[in-house]
């Protein structure tokens, strides 16, 4: 599918070309509910094994992740497009973001290094690439920045990316549920 932009008397709307439906406010953020791995996991094992919270989550008690906030600026457009993703951070490393979770001095703590296990859309395979994440105040997931070299969305992060790009990203996540 693709979105085109079409100027209407009621402002700004986006359509499909498959279906027409439309999009009176363009989808910008994106999430997902569980880091890739939980799907790995049959549907009969899952309660046993995984334990799991908002944005965070335990399974096998051994591999240990959690959720941030990965942000593309969109460089001619007054929103950026987020994913929300999963990480897997070392376990004494997780027990510390358990531990500083409701505390509001956790921004003044060093960003911390994780691996990324979220598929980000259009972005290739985005499995186990090198993050960093950064400790925002409470009630806010931590801000996710891909460090792994001449990886193309470290350098979209990095740089930001035309709306026009933006528009075929976001195509290519709605066409799931077309
Ligand atoms: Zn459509």
Not at 52 to 58: A, D, I, Q
Not at 137 to 151: G, L, R, S, Y
Request: charged share 25%; net charge negative.
């Amino acid at each position: 599918m693709k979105l085109i932009v079409r100027e209407t008397d009621k402002g700004i709307i986006y359509e499909c070309t498959c279906c027409g439906k439309q999009y009176h406010h363009l989808p910008l953020c994106f999430g997902n509910e569980f880091p890739d791995y939980y799907f790995t996991i049959p549907h009969d094992e899952r309660e046993a094994r995984v334990e799991k919270t908002e944005s965070l989550c335990v399974i096998d008690k051994q591999h240990f992740f959690h959720r941030g906030r990965l942000t593309i600026p969109i460089i001619d457009h007054q929103e950026d497009l987020h994913f929300n993703v999963w990480a897997t951070i070392g376990e004494e490393n997780f027990r510390k973001r358990n531990e500083l979770w409701r505390n509001p001095a956790r921004v003044n703590e060093a960003p911390y290094f994780g691996w990324l296990q979220t598929s980000v859309p259009t972005y290739g395979d985005t499995i186990n690439l090198k993050i960093i994440a950064i400790e925002n105040e409470v009630d806010c997931i931590p801000t996710m920045k891909v460090t792994e070299a001449n990886h193309p969305l470290k350098f979209d992060q990095e740089a930001g990316i035309t709306f026009h790009k933006a528009l075929e990203i976001v195509a290519f996540v709605l066409s799931d549920s077309h």
